[in-house]
């Protein structure tokens, strides 16, 4: 019995010495244990808080793009409403625009020009924004309006544009150079037919440059029509078109008799004629054709 005993005691003292190993060795062991623990949960708790960040990112994105859209649509309706009122408020409708084709120019474009003209087509002509057109002519007649009948002239050697000239020249009163500008009216005091005009308008300053040089000699106003092919130097307030066409020029005139006779309460805007009647192709008279005009 003493010696069951004594072996269950040694028995249990190596069991003791055992287990003070296994306590040792997991002290030693217990720091680098605890923090790998710690560390695999904390590493967890911000791959969650990670996924939850790039979950509300994408989210934030997606609402974000969804805005955008949203924002486009309305954007876009936007636009398309103000282009309706905007064709709605025009002085003619765009489809007698178009069929004038006033809003074709040359393959000529001037830097003065340049912020009017939108693109070019295959053949290289330049093509004016008909809104910008319609804004310009708007503002030529509020300009023209200033002036009394008696100190405008209106200058225009193109031919294609005599008939619609000379018809804005009997509804406004203003008085017309067509055909030939006769050099020194406005500046030659010692001329018998010399006149002081206040604004001059020109149809092409090339073609017209004489009636634009003196109009600048006397230090008087300018109306002019420009192409793209024209330059805006010297002019006080431009209209923008195509001036090598009579249909354009028809429609110039016509708005801008029309306009003036309005805006300065004159009778004579019941006799304007319909549209189609200044768009209409203008045929030389036969006279003109042997003075050789």
């Given at each position: 019995?003493?010696k069951?005993?004594?072996?269950s005691?040694?028995k249990?003292?190596d069991?003791?010495?055992t287990?003070e190993?296994?306590?040792?060795?997991?002290k030693?062991?217990a720091?680098?244990?605890?923090?790998?623990?710690?560390?695999e949960?904390?590493?967890?708790e911000?791959?969650?808080?990670?996924?939850?960040?790039?979950?509300k990112?994408?989210?934030l994105?997606?609402?974000?793009?969804l805005?955008?859209?949203?924002?486009?649509?309305k954007?876009?309706?936007?636009?398309?409403?103000?282009?309706?009122k905007?064709?709605s408020?025009?002085?003619?409708?765009?489809?007698d625009y178009?069929k004038s084709?006033?809003?074709?120019?040359t393959?000529?474009?001037?830097?003065?020009?340049?912020?009017?003209v939108?693109r070019?087509?295959?053949?290289?002509l330049?093509i004016?924004?008909t809104?910008?057109?319609?804004e310009?002519?708007?503002?030529g007649i509020?300009?023209l309006?200033?002036?009394?009948?008696?100190d405008v002239v209106l200058?225009?050697?193109?031919e294609?544009?005599?008939?619609?000239?000379?018809?804005?020249?009997?509804?406004?009163?203003?008085r017309?150079f067509a055909?030939?500008y006769p050099?020194g009216?406005?500046?030659?005091?010692?001329l018998?037919?010399?006149?002081e005009?206040?604004?001059t308008?020109?149809?092409d300053?090339?073609?017209?440059?004489?009636?634009?040089?003196d109009?600048?000699?006397?230090?008087k106003?300018?109306?002019m029509?420009c192409d793209?092919?024209?330059?805006?130097?010297?002019?006080d307030?431009i209209?923008?078109?195509?001036?090598?066409?009579?249909k354009?020029?028809?429609?110039?005139?016509?708005l801008?008799?029309?306009?003036y006779?309005?805006?300065?309460?004159?009778?004579?805007?019941?006799?304007?004629?319909?549209?189609?009647?200044?768009?209409e192709?203008y045929e030389?008279?036969?006279?003109?054709?042997r003075?050789?005009?």
């Amino acid at each position: 019995m003493i010696k069951d005993t004594l072996k269950s005691k040694e028995k249990k003292s190596d069991k003791e010495e055992t287990g003070e190993k296994f306590s040792e060795e997991m002290k030693e062991e217990a720091p680098s244990l605890k923090q790998r623990a710690e560390k695999e949960s904390l590493e967890t708790e911000e791959k969650n808080k990670i996924s939850i960040i790039d979950k509300k990112k994408e989210l934030l994105e997606k609402a974000k793009k969804l805005a955008e859209k949203i924002s486009e649509v309305k954007t876009e309706e936007l636009k398309e409403k103000i282009k309706i009122k905007k064709r709605s408020e025009m002085l003619i409708p765009l489809e007698d625009y178009v069929k004038s084709g006033i809003y074709i120019g040359t393959k000529v474009v001037t830097p003065n020009m340049r912020p009017f003209v939108y693109r070019r087509r295959a053949d290289g002509l330049a093509i004016f924004n008909t809104d910008l057109i319609d804004e310009k002519l708007k503002e030529g007649i509020e300009y023209l309006a200033k002036f009394a009948p008696e100190d405008v002239v209106l200058v225009c050697k193109r031919e294609v544009g005599w008939k619609a000239a000379e018809r804005f020249s009997q509804l406004t009163g203003i008085r017309v150079f067509a055909k030939k500008y006769p050099a020194g009216i406005l500046t030659n005091t010692q001329l018998p037919d010399f006149f002081e005009n206040e604004l001059t308008i020109i149809t092409d300053s090339w073609l017209d440059k004489n009636a634009l040089n003196d109009t600048l000699k006397v230090n008087k106003k300018v109306l002019m029509i420009c192409d793209t092919n024209n330059f805006s130097k010297g002019a006080d307030q431009i209209i923008i078109g195509n001036n090598k066409s009579g249909k354009s020029l028809g429609i110039i005139f016509y708005l801008l008799a029309r306009g003036y006779c309005k805006n300065r309460n004159l009778k004579t805007i019941d006799e304007i004629p319909d549209l189609e009647w200044w768009t209409e192709e203008y045929e030389m008279p036969k006279e003109a054709k042997r003075m050789g005009y």
